[in-house]
């Protein structure tokens, strides 16, 4: 999975328009497209996460990784 | 350069068939199935008959109950190289549970009949099939520990460090509400656990990734 992919996934089948995501969303990356919201500005998300926790419809997805971090090599400056 | 792609080749990386002759894997090979699958599609239901031994050789896997009402329950997350619907396979029922892709996946089953004839021809194979099945009956019953003794932060914190250590666990079409799903919570619950994990310093939020800074911490919040 490249960087690029790391976005919020929208399925439009499952979408059913209430636009709560759009609303919660802080950064106004998402919009309307057809009636249904969609990620209009990939570049302005910070994948926080809004937008699937108020998703009703479980529409919206965002995979992530776990990643164990070496907590000495993080302190050094 | 890349290698192309052999059944065989295949066959001998996973567990069930290592120590295998080359004759003895091509013969395995010449009745596996291949199925290349999109992200989402159901593999088969619960209920039906079982086809066979369901093998991954790349992509990601759900194995999942319904209720009445269609919530779904997650029993298992699946990646590379492993391979489900043993119980089907072996006891000539019907499939147990539903299957569904969550990534685009590479599968290929291996039909019952051939399945059941190694086991009855090869005690080495006989055995690992035992003992894969010795591990699920363990994995059930530290589900059902979690699912009956812990709270949902406890639950995120030990399914985290599980995740960690098993790439098939995260990334592609595992999300928040993959793991409600498999947890028998909400993704609402799910973030507001892994916020408390947040707070306590011991993961942390950086865009996709979930860093554990502070194992130790999370260990015991997972109280292991």
Known sequence: MSDTQWLPRIDADLCNGCGLCITECPTEALGWKDEKAALVHSDKCIYCNACEDVCPVYAIELPYLVLRVNKATQEKP | ?224
């Open chain 2, 1 to 224: 350069m890349r290698q192309p792609f052999s059944v065989v080749n295949y066959l001998g990386q996973l567990g069930y068939f290592a120590g295998q002759p080359p004759a003895t894997l091509e013969r395995i090979a010449e009745t596996a199935i291949p199925k290349p699958t999109e992200a989402g599609e159901t593999l088969f239901l619960e209920g039906d008959p079982c086809v066979g031994l369901w093998m991954i050789e790349y992509g990601r896997v759900k194995i999942y109950k319904l209720n009445p009402q269609g919530q779904e329950h997650i029993l298992r997350i699946l990646g590379d190289n492993e391979t489900f619907n043993e119980i089907g396979a072996l006891d000539g029922g019907a499939n147990p549970a539903n299957a569904a892709t969550l990534s685009d996946s590479m599968l290929w089953v291996l039909p019952t009949q051939t399945f059941r004839e190694l086991i009855l021809k090869d005690n080495a194979f006989a055995a690992r099939v035992i003992q894969m099945l010795a591990r699920r009956v363990r994995g059930l019953v530290s589900q059902i520990e979690d699912l009956t003794l812990y709270s949902v932060t406890v639950r995120v914190a030990r399914l985290l460090l599980k995740q960690v250590d098993d790439p098939a666990l995260s990334g592609t079409g595992v999300t928040r509400a993959a793991l409600a799903a498999h947890l028998a919570t909400t993704p609402q619950t799910i973030s507001t656990a892994l916020r408390e994990l947040e707070t306590t310093g011991a993961i942390r939020f950086d865009r996709h990734h979930i860093q554990i800074v502070d194992e130790a911490l999370l260990r015991s919040i997972a109280m292991l």
